[in-house]
Structure formats: structure tokens, C-alpha cells
């Protein structure tokens, strides 16, 4: 378990770290190492070079404003999960974060890191794709700003270009009054999820669904929306039957096959439940 | 004497040192110029070997060698058969280097030494290996198939050892029972991973001939034997070391692993220190692994529920070899009828080749098997007879006036007789049926389930036989400039607190403070008699080796102190470091006495003048020392007990199931428990709660899985679920002390007890949680949401 040899080289701007990226297709970014060590130590990974972002200015700011929270790509997982603006912004984030991984290492990795490692299991990525927000990449032909549904393709796999560097992502904060849940089921705590469903929802005076967002990890090749779900929700009074409904239509995205730690019945059987949870708990707190 | 020490919640005297990082583990030794090893492994579970290129490795720059079986010379053998027995035909066991075949995915094929670690791994992966891959049967039941892929062509249907035993009448007894119970039960494999990996290092002196090893095993004196027959080294000048080591639990009593050969073989070879440093990859798939068996148990019983006669066959996984003989099965066996009087019993195992890790003990050896067969029988023979789970176990329990109480014609892994020496076991139950509160959980259940929530009580009873043989010494000397006391003995400390142990047994002895005893063990220089840390063993042996070696340098002590002291050898007394006619002030310091005892030419301090050959207390006529005598205070002595000793407890937990998530919370966990005389409590509890936490881990957490070509799917801690602190529930323990009768401190072993019962008392509590919504039986562990959700489908 001890990596291959690769060159380490430090930019001091995102302009000299994208400008390596394009001269080295074989470098790889390196963020707070967390994914990234363990797997070049298990040589899954063998970068040619590392391109360490720690020492370029202005990477780790974590703003509001805009009715969003902006996150830079060096913000570690702790320090947005203790930001009170964040968690003031939009309380679903600090919910999630408190599911990944333990302390120690949310010390180190960042939020950014994980949506661009992209583990279809990972919490930040669906909570990208909940909120319905988005990352700002620098490229050798500048920025560009996707949207998170594009963002995510696959388990460990995004639109990145092999040349761009993701320099921030963009969490919309919560709709005003609306209520939001995380649910997760891991067997350890902290471990990736084995199934997880998040839920950000809006009431009309007459206490129905005006808006609803649910989304989901550890159950498909990516992060998703629960679109079939969510359209059950849609004006519904939220009845016992409606939420069934819901839990058992998010039940068809299920697609991950059976593994050591659940069965595919299982998976199904335990996100439905979960779904049902994030729903009645979000539900319970809108306004 | 002061207040006596033995009992008392001593602190652990090592913890600051290892809490402030200085532990000098075997990474830590600095030596110069040192080696590193890599290996390659058979990425094949069964496999014939073509060829092996090792030259693209040897090129490699920084490559110091490369061996395969073909170049390293006397160890090119199978390695040894440690614990022979009648039940194997032609036991196999591994090459340091494979030879012509593989056998599991892991084994060793090749050896890199380079410069680094780094340049090894890159080597490694140079080696060109041609494998003829054969067909594997990883799964127990199928491997005994006939037709089913042989490991060993030599072992039909993979039946590495059969054996029986039988205690009692069973086939008259069966013919009287009113009732039978039958029950499949499987545990499954897992591996004790050590925090510390295995590690060794070597580094051989040309002038002086001497190798020194240092090694993380449970077993340095053995393993010195071992390395002096095989490289015809004399026994002196062969020294291994055990420094500080993270943990065992068995996995590091084995030997020989490869490293353990190669490794000080390169060292003499290459004239530089070597060091292999095994990492959590390789600690899975190279070092040995536990606990797989499938037991197909009958329990005979009349209608009262008294069990009359128990019949058990079980399938024990051995793994691709079997190097530590049958001793797992044989614990399971022997522990088979755990607590109960039973007194007809037939046990029946085989012992199956499976193309795999090899397995030989991990903390319980066969013990948590045994007690998830025989009490998982014990709760399905109290519901078929409609009785309290209790209560069937009140009926069956062996009586405080029974003891010692004798399963005739059972033999223990230590080749002697079965026979549980003493206990308490109603009073124990009892305790348990009160702390929680049992005769209310009924009511309290269907309370919770009114309220949505599913409540179930799990309870297990365990026995362990602990402290066998054959063997320990102490070796106890009063230090005569500091007056501190020196104690070694052979076996060595994972991290069990053997140096506050042991030293709170000494200083009761020499009126010394516990952390004025200096304990050195795990070194063949410091004292070379003696066997191995397992088995529960070594507060039973080596304390008691060291009590009694202390005794006898006490009565030197106050002989000696007497006579400085003029005084009647009745009126001295030991403490605070000296000696003193009780009731006065007038002492002498231990380190006098032992000053005193050597009779010196040399006036090197105060002390030392009353002991040179011209002070007026040296003044006699003949020789210094009489006939017999000899120098200073010191003793060595030797504990072997005439069997095993038979710790014993029952664990209960308020178990709660979400049949929705399928998860497990576990509410309240209880443990009672009898080690004996307990040397101190704190490190007691803490044996017992890391023993409940490792239990945990088998019981709903860790399972080794295999692919069906016998790749290794979780060779790691991402998927290898060893429960973190988060999942470990608060445990109440409680102590009971029924002194064992065999040794003179009155102890029993404690190392591996809080393992044992773990995986009976979830299983019986998750059971008894879902009962209400038809969830069906809990005999398979680990128990994991799958499973729940899979007997919830089906109800
Ligand atoms: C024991 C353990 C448990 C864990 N459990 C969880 C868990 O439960 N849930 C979870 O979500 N995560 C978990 N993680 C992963 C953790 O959250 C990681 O920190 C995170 O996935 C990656 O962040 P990082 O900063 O460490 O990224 P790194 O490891 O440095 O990089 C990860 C990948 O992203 C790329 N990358 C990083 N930053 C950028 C950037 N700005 N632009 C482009 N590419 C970039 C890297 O090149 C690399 O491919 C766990 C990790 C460990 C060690």
C-alpha cells in the first residue's frame, strides 16, 4: 500500500493549476487527499503529478449572499458544517455533513473535493442536486458553470474536462418556509451511504405541497432527483397514501445491484422507508 | 505488608508512555540501513504455477534481491505442524514461498528487498508469475461434496481432520428423552485486525554471530526455537524481540509466517537489517483468520426441559492449510455444552480445506461458536417446551456444589481433561434476570409495541476454559542500587497491561510500589523459558509463575533483613521499599538488603561498604557464600497447572429492531461475569469491554466475504466493517469472584471472554424482537439488515 512515484508540484493561482492540468494528462488535482492518498496508496490511482491547490489564495471562502452559499475548493467538509451562515442559508447542508465521514477527516476534505470525487454513495453530491445548484470550473478557455444534474454522469465520474479545476460550487439556499430532511442509513456511522433521500418542500396556506425537491444517494450510478416521486408530492395534502406512494414510486430509481452490505430487495425496501421519513419529516417542518 | 495490591484499580502502568506516542513498536526501531520487503501473491485461489520471471525485479533499480522458492535454500519446506494430533492424516501446511501451487489468494510467491517499501511494491509488480488457475469450492457445505475441486489432492473431499468424542452414555440417554430439539447454526469468518499489522525485523551481527529478531508475535521464545533449528544457529546467539505490539488476538501466536523465516534469512544473507512492515491489505489476505463453522446440533431433553444427552456435528473451515492442528475445533468441541450439566454428550467435527486464508485462533478459538450452537438450542428447546428462557437455563445449570464438575472422556486443547473447576452460575443468572429486569419485560414489550417499537431480551451464558498449559516462569530480583524490582517471564504483552498485572503480584510480595516494578518480557535475553500469550493464559500461569518466584525472594528478603536488623525473621516486615521491625522505626532499605546479599570486593556506593569482604557483617570464617547460597535477592520459579481453569458469564441486552430500516439499536447491554480472584478490576473491564466490542463486530459487523473464485471482496477497513466507538453501546458490567481452586491466586483468564457469548445474545434478542411479526429464527451471524429484511419477506 504505498503509491507509485508522482511528481508534486504547489501553484500559487488557479491559472498555473489549470495551465498544468492541460500540459499533464495524467496529473490529478489534490484537495484534502482523503479519497484521493487511500486510493493512490492502493494504487488505484497512479497521478503522474499531484497538483496540490492548498497554497493558491482564495480557495477556501465560504460566502453567502445572493441567496446562495458559496463554497471555494479548499473549504473542508468541518468548516462548513460549523458555519452558522451556512446552516442559517440553508440547514440542509449541516444535516448531510454530520453523515460524512468522522470529524478527523472532514477536518481535511473538502466539500468541493467530494462532489468532484463523485462517489455515487457521497452525501455533498446529492445535496448539490437537491438544492438544484451548481459549480464554477476554470479551464484553459476560462469558466464555465454547470448546472449539478449535468455535473454528475456516473459513480466517481463528472462533466469536468480533464483540463478544468471546479474553484467553487453554488448551494441555493432554502426556499423561504419551506422544510427540509436528511435521511441516511449507513451500517457504521459515517461509513457512505447505503441508501439516503433528502427532501426540501414548500406548504401553501391550505397546508399542500407547493414545491418539492427529493434526492437520493447510494442507490444509482449517481446521485439523483426523484422525479416520479416528487410529481406524486406535487399539490398533495401529504396523506399517509401519498407518502406511500411517494416512497414506493422513488423505489423504481433503485438501480444499484445487490452488494455485501444490502441486497437489492433490501436497498429498495430500506430507501422507500427512508423516502417516506425525509418526506414526513420535511413536511412537518415548513411553514 | 501495606494495603494489599492484588484487587486494587490500579492504573495502567504502560498507558502514558503509549498515550504520549513514545511505544517503540517494530516501525519504530531505528536501524540502519535497513531493507524493505514487499511480496508478490497469488492473485489466484488455486492455481498450478508455470513459471516465475523474476528478471525485469531484479533489474529494477534499487532492488537488493528477489527470492522465490527456488533461492532460498533451507526454507524451501513446508513450514511446521505445530500442534500434531491423531485427527489429521498428512496435515498440510505452507512454504514460505510457494512451490509449484498456490492455494489462496494472498499467498506468498515471491519476496522483494529493496531500499524502500516503495521500490519493493514497484518490483513486485515486475515479477512476471504464469498461473494454470483450477477450479475452487469456497462455500464449507459444498467443499465436502464429492466431486467438489480439491485444495490438497491428497484430501478427499477436503477433510482436512475428522474426530469424535463422547462423554457420558449419549445412545442410552437419547433413548430416554421425552423431547428433541434440532438447530442449524453458522458463524461466519472473520479476522481479529490487530491495529498493529504484523511486522518483523532482522539485522545479524557477522563478528559477533548473532541475529536479532524482532518480531510482533505472541510466541518470541518459540519462535527463537524454531529459527535456531532452521537455520542450525545455536539457541544463544538467536535473540528475539517483542517490543511493544498493537494487539494480537491470536493472529500473531502462528508460526511460522513466511516473513518470519525470509525476513531474518535476507538479514543474514544480505549482511544490512530487513525489515517487512505488513500492511491492512496484506494482513487480510496473508495472516490467519476465524470462525466459520456450521453446526448441526440435537438437544435430548424430558418434558421438564432438563437436557438429557446433546448430539453436535459441525463443519469447521481450516482454511488452505492447517498449521495450529485442529485446536479451534477442538475448543468448540469441548465448550460444546457450555454451562449445562448434560452429561451424555457426542460432538463430531470435520475439518474442511477450503482454498482460503488460513485459519488458526482469533480471540474465543472456537468458543463463540460453541455458545451460539449450544444457546441457541437452549432458546429454541424453551420455546418448543413453552419455557422461560431463563428458566430452561435454571433447570439445566451445573449447581455450586457440583463443581468441580467433570465432562468424562471430553479432551481440551491442552491435551488434559474437561473438568469446570468452580462458579456460581445461578447466582449469575440470577443477577442477570434482575439487572434486566426480566420478570417485566414481557409487559414492558407489549408496551413498546403498542407504541410501534419492537423490544426483544437477548441472553447468552458462556464457559471458557482458560490459563492451560503447559507452562510459565517468573523471574524476580531486587535490584541492590535502586532496590526497584525486576520481573521477567517468557510469554509477552499485546497491550493486556501484563506490566501492571504482574507488578501489582510482586510488590504484594516485596511491600513495593507497583510502578517500582519493572516488567521486561517478550525477550529471549531477558528470559527464555517459558511458551506463548493465548489462550487466556497469562494472569493464570505467568502470575502465578511470578507469585511464586516473589515468595520465595521475599522469605531471602526478610531472612536477609533480619539479620541486619537483628531481629527475629517474625518480627520484619516488607514495605514502602524496605524492610522493618514491625512496629518501630527502624528499617533498611530493600536495596540494602539486596546490596547486603552480595557479598562485594568493591566499595562502589554506601551501601556497598557493609558488603565488602572486610565489613564487620561480612567478617566469617569460609566462603562468602555457603554451599547452596546464592548472591543477592533474586528467584526464579515455574507454574504449570494441572488443567485448565473455567472462566465463565452471561451477557443479556435489551435489543430494539426498526423493521423498516432493519436496524439493530441495541438498548441496554449487561455482562456478569467470573474470572476468578480478580489482580485488578479496571484492566478486567477493560479485557471484557474490548472483548463485548470485538464480539459485537462478529456479531452483526464483520464478515470475510469471498467471491465464489475465492478473491478476497473486503480486504479492507472500507468494506470489513469493524465497528467503530459510535457502534459500541454502553455496557454495565458486574463482577462475581468464585476463586478458581487450582492455582494459589485463586485466577482465571479474562482475555477472551467478552467475545464469546456477543453473537447468541443478538441473535436471541432480535429474534425475540420481531416474534410478534413472524421474523422467524437467528442462527446465522454476523446478523445484518439483509438478513432482517429477508426474514421479515418471508414472514
Ligand atoms: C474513512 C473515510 C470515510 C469517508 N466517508 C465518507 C462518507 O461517508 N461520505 C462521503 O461523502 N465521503 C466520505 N469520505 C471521503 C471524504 O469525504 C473526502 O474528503 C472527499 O470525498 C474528497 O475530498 P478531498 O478534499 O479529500 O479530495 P481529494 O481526496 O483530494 O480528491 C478527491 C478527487 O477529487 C479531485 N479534486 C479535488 N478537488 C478538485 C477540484 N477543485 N477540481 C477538480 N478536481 C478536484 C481529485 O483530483 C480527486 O480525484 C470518507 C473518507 C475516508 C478516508
Not at chain 1, 489534490?30 to 489564495?57: F, K, T, W, Y
Amino acid at each position: 500500500m504505498k503509491p507509485s512515484l508522482f511528481d508534486y508540484v504547489a501553484p500559487r493561482s488557479v491559472d498555473e493549476a489549470v495551465g498544468l492540468l492541460k500540459e499533464d494528462s495524467g496529473a490529478m488535482i489534490l484537495a484534502g487527499g482523503q479519497s484521493l492518498i487511500p486510493a493512490m496508496n492502493m494504487r488505484l490511482a497512479s497521478p503522474s503529478r499531484l497538483i496540490d491547490i492548498q497554497n493558491i489564495p482564495g480557495l477556501s471562502h465560504i460566502t453567502i449572499g445572493n441567496g446562495k452559499i458559496a463554497v471555494g475548493a479548499m473549504a473542508r467538509h468541518r468548516e462548513v458544517e460549523l458555519h452558522d451562515g451556512v446552516a442559517a442559508a440553508n440547514p440542509v447542508l449541516r444535516a448531510a455533513l454530520g453523515h460524512v465521514a468522522h470529524i478527523p477527516i472532514r477536518n481535511r476534505g473538502t466539500v468541493v473535493g467530494s462532489l468532484c470525487h463523485a462517489d455515487a454513495a457521497a452525501e455533498m453530491p446529492m445535496i448539490l442536486v437537491l438544492t438544484g445548484g451548481s459549480v464554477q470550473v476554470a479551464g484553459s478557455d476560462g469558466g464555465r458553470e454547470i448546472a449539478a444534474q449535468d455535473f454528475f454522469q456516473f459513480h466517481m465520474t463528472t462533466s469536468r474536462q480533464p483540463d478544468e479545476m471546479v474553484v467553487e460550487a453554488h448551494f441555493p439556499a432554502l426556499p423561504p418556509g419551506a422544510g427540509f430532511a436528511f435521511e441516511e442509513f449507513t451500517r457504521r456511522h459515517g461509513d457512505y451511504a447505503i441508501a439516503a433521500a433528502g427532501c426540501i418542500l414548500t406548504r401553501n396556506g391550505a397546508g399542500a405541497v407547493a414545491t418539492v425537491a427529493l434526492a437520493a444517494c447510494g442507490v444509482s450510478s449517481k446521485p439523483l432527483r426523484l422525479a416520479a416521486a416528487e410529481q406524486i408530492l406535487a399539490g398533495s395534502r401529504l396523506t399517509a397514501a401519498d407518502i406511500k406512494a411517494a416512497g414506493d414510486a422513488a423505489c423504481a430509481a433503485v438501480t444499484a445491484p445487490g452488494d455485501m452490505h444490502a441486497t437489492a430487495g433490501y436497498r429498495k425496501h430500506l430507501f422507500a422507508t427512508l423516502v417516506r421519513r425525509a418526506v414526513e419529516r420535511a413536511a412537518a417542518r415548513a411553514q | 505488608m501495606s494495603t494489599r495490591l492484588f484487587g486494587a484499580r490500579i492504573k495502567r502502568n504502560i498507558d502514558p508512555q503509549l498515550l504520549r506516542g513514545e511505544g517503540s513498536f517494530i516501525d519504530d526501531i531505528p536501524l540502519a540501513q535497513a531493507l524493505h520487503v514487499a511480496f508478490v501473491r497469488s492473485p489466484f485461489a488455486r492455481a498450478r504455477i508455470n513459471s516465475i520471471d523474476i528478471s525485469a525485479a531484479v533489474a529494477h533499480p534499487g532492488v537488493a534481491a528477489v527470492y522465490t522458492c527456488d533461492n532460498v535454500g533451507a526454507l524451501d519446506i513446508e513450514m511446521p505442524l505445530l500442534i500434531p494430533h491423531s485427527s489429521m492424516h498428512d496435515a498440510r501446511t505452507q512454504r514460505p514461498l510457494a512451490r509449484d501451487d498456490v492455494y489462496y489468494v494472498g499467498q506468498t510467491v515471491a519476496m522483494i528487498v529493496a531500499v524502500d517499501r516503495y521500490t519493493a511494491e514497484d518490483a513486485a509488480a515486475l515479477v512476471d508469475v504464469d498461473y494454470d488457475p483450477r477450479d475452487v469450492e469456497v462455500d464449507l457445505e459444498k467443499a465436502i461434496l464429492d466431486g467438489a475441486p480439491l485444495v490438497h489432492d491428497t484430501h478427499e473431499q477436503n477433510i482436512a481432520a475428522h474426530f469424535v468424542q463422547v462423554s457420558g452414555y449419549p445412545d442410552s440417554a437419547i433413548a430416554q428423552a421425552e423431547h428433541v430439539t434440532k438447530i442449524r447454526v453458522q458463524v461466519d469468518r472473520s479476522t481479529a485486525a490487530p491495529m498493529e499489522c504484523r511486522a518483523v525485523a532482522a539485522q545479524f551481527d557477522e563478528v559477533t554471530g548473532e541475529l536479532t529478531v524482532w518480531d510482533g508475535t505472541q510466541a518470541p521464545i518459540s519462535v527463537r526455537g524454531g529459527l535456531a533449528s532452521i537455520f542450525k544457529l545455536d539457541e544463544d546467539k538467536v535473540r528475539v524481540i517483542a517490543p511493544n505490539v498493537g494487539g494480537g488476538f491470536g493472529q500473531k501466536v502462528l508460526l511460522f509466517y513466511p516473513d518470519e523465516l525470509l525476513v531474518p534469512m535476507a538479514a543474514m544473507q544480505l549482511g544490512r537489517p530487513v525489515k517487512y512492515i505488513e500492511d491492512r491489505r496484506e494482513n487480510f489476505v496473508g495472516s490467519s483468520q476465524e470462525r466459520t463453522q456450521i453446526h448441526f446440533m440435537e438437544l435430548y431433553a424430558k418434558k421438564t426441559g432438563e437436557v438429557i444427552a446433546l448430539r453436535d456435528s459441525f463443519l469447521h473451515d481450516t482454511g488452505a492449510f492447517i498449521p495450529y492442528g485442529i485446536a479451534v475445533a477442538q475448543v468448540a468441541s469441548t465448550s460444546i455444552a457450555g454451562p449445562y450439566r448434560i452429561p451424555n454428550i457426542w460432538v463430531e467435527f470435520k475439518a474442511i480445506y477450503t482454498p482460503t486464508v488460513p485459519v488458526t485462533p482469533y480471540r474465543g478459538c472456537g468458543r463463540p461458536q460453541a455458545c451460539f450452537a449450544i444457546e441457541r438450542a437452549m432458546d429454541q428447546l424453551a420455546d418448543e417446551l413453552g419455557l422461560d428462557r431463563f428458566e430452561i437455563r435454571r433447570r439445566n445449570l451445573i449447581a455450586d456444589h457440583e463443581f468441580p464438575y467433570d465432562r468424562e472422556g471430553l479432551i481440551f486443547a491442552d491435551g488434559l481433561k474437561v473438568s469446570l473447576d468452580s462458579g456460581q452460575y445461578h447466582k449469575a443468572l440470577a443477577m442477570m434476570e434482575e439487572r434486566l429486569d426480566a420478570p417485566s419485560f414481557a409487559s414492558a414489550q407489549a408496551k413498546a409495541r403498542a407504541e410501534g417499537k419492537h423490544l426483544g431480551l437477548g441472553l447468552a451464558f458462556y464457559v471458557e476454559g482458560t490459563g492451560l498449559g503447559p507452562y510459565e516462569g517468573g523471574h524476580v530480583r531486587i535490584h541492590p542500587i535502586t532496590g526497584k524490582v525486576y520481573v521477567n517471564t517468557g510469554l509477552t504483552s499485546q497491550g493486556q497491561g501484563h506490566d501492571t498485572v504482574f507488578a501489582q503480584i510482586a510488590a504484594d510480595q516485596l511491600g513495593v510500589k507497583p510502578e517500582d516494578v519493572i516488567l521486561v518480557e517478550g525477550d529471549t535475553k531477558a528470559f527464555d523459558w517459558g511458551v506463548a500469550t493465548f489462550a487466556s493464559r497469562a494472569a493464570v500461569v505467568s502470575g502465578n509463575a511470578i507469585h511464586k518466584s516473589a515468595m520465595i525472594v521475599r522469605r531471602k528478603a526478610l531472612q536477609a533483613a533480619a539479620n541486619m536488623l537483628e531481629a527475629d525473621v517474625g518480627d520484619v516486615e516488607l514495605k514502602d521499599g524496605a524492610a522493618w521491625v514491625k512496629g518501630t522505626d527502624r528499617k533498611v532499605p530493600l536495596s540494602a538488603v539486596a546490596t547486603a546479599t552480595n557479598p562485594l570486593r568493591y566499595a562502589f556506593n554506601e551501601a556497598a561498604q557493609a558488603a565488602t569482604q572486610f565489613a564487620p557483617a561480612s567478617r566469617h570464617d569460609g566462603p562468602s557464600l555457603d554451599e547452596g547460597e546464592h548472591p543477592g535477592l533474586e528467584a526464579t520459579d515455574y507454574y504449570s497447572p494441572p488443567c485448565a481453569t473455567w472462566a465463565y458469564g452471561v451477557h443479556g441486552a435489551l435489543i430494539e429492531v426498526d423493521p423498516e430500516l432493519c436496524s439493530v439499536t441495541i438498548r441496554k447491554y449487561v455482562c456478569i461475569h467470573d474470572c476468578g480472584n480478580m489482580i485488578n478490576p479496571m484492566i478486567v473491564e477493560g479485557q471484557v469491554m474490548g472483548g463485548i466490542a470485538q464480539g459485537l463486530g462478529g456479531a452483526m459487523y464483520e464478515r470475510i466475504e469471498f467471491d465464489e473464485t475465492g478473491n478476497m471482496l473486503n480486504a479492507n477497513f472500507v468494506d470489513f466493517l469493524v465497528p467503530y466507538a459510535t457502534e459500541i453501546p454502553d455496557v454495565e458490567i458486574l463482577h462475581l469472584e468464585t476463586p478458581s481452586p487450582l492455582n494459589a491466586l485463586g485466577v482465571k483468564g479474562v482475555g477472551e471472554a467478552g467475545c464469546i457469548a456477543v453473537g447468541a445474545v443478538v441473535a436471541s434478542g432480535v429474534e425475540d424482537a420481531l416474534k410478534a411479526l413472524g421474523g422467524g429464527k437467528f442462527r446465522h451471524t454476523p446478523i445484518t439488515p439483509s438478513m432482517i429484511h429477508a426474514a421479515l419477506d418471508a414472514a
